[in-house]
Structures are given as C-alpha cells and as structure tokens.
C-alpha cells in the first residue's frame, strides 16, 4: 500500500483579517487591494524571517520549534521580546484560571442568589 505524498500546507489566507486591522489602525474601511497584498507579503515575510531563527535555535538545541526558539530569536528587540513573554505568562494564567474556574464559578453564582 503507498502512502499519499503530503502537499505542503498552504498559507493562510490574512487578506480578510488584515483588512479589518488596517481600517483598526487608521485607513479606510476599504483599502485598496494592493495595499493589502503589499502588508500581507510583509507580514508572511516577517513571519517567515522569524520562524526561520527560531528552526535554527531549535536545530541548536535538537529540539522542535517552541516558545523558548521564538523567544530567543526576538531576544533583541526588547518591545517584542517583553510583548511576547507577557503574552505566554497570560495564556499561563488563563489556563489556570480555566481550571479553576468552573467550580468558583458555581459557587459564585449561588452567593448571588441570596
């Protein structure tokens, strides 16, 4: 039996979401389609550039890609470095608060109804 060969994945399609945060941050609530084609490759560029350092920490340290790479790789752009540990220490404390959330949420709900 042959295994399928795997297509690559294809890239996601930002146009739609790039829109909505390009009239967020000040342009029209329609841009013109090359301005979005124009930020869209950017982005992907960035992305790209970014997701490139962090495979090679990753191949340094013999381990797949993970927050640690990404942090490294932004270690010195110091706004985007204190963004991104934030953003994990957040998604940290939600998944805690998730966890313990359900039963507090019960409880709260019965005190209110006093």
Excluded: W
Excluded at 26 to 38: F, K, M, N, Q, W
Excluded at 60 to 72: E, G, M, N, S, T
């Amino acid at each position: 039996m042959r295994k399928k060969a795997r297509k690559p994945p294809k890239p996601p399609d930002l146009g739609k979401d790039l829109v909505n945060m390009m009239y967020g941050f000040g342009d029209s609530s329609r841009p013109d389609a090359e301005s979005v084609e124009l930020v869209e490759r950017l982005v992907t560029q960035h992305v790209d550039a970014l997701l490139g350092e962090a495979q090679a920490v990753a191949r340094i340290r013999q381990c797949p890609v993970d927050a640690p790479c990404l942090l490294y790789a932004v270690r010195h752009e110091r706004a985007k470095f204190d963004r991104a540990r934030r953003l994990l220490e957040m998604k940290d404390v939600i998944r805690e608060a998730k966890k313990k959330g359900a039963p507090d949420e019960e409880a709260d709900a019965e005190g209110d109804v006093d």
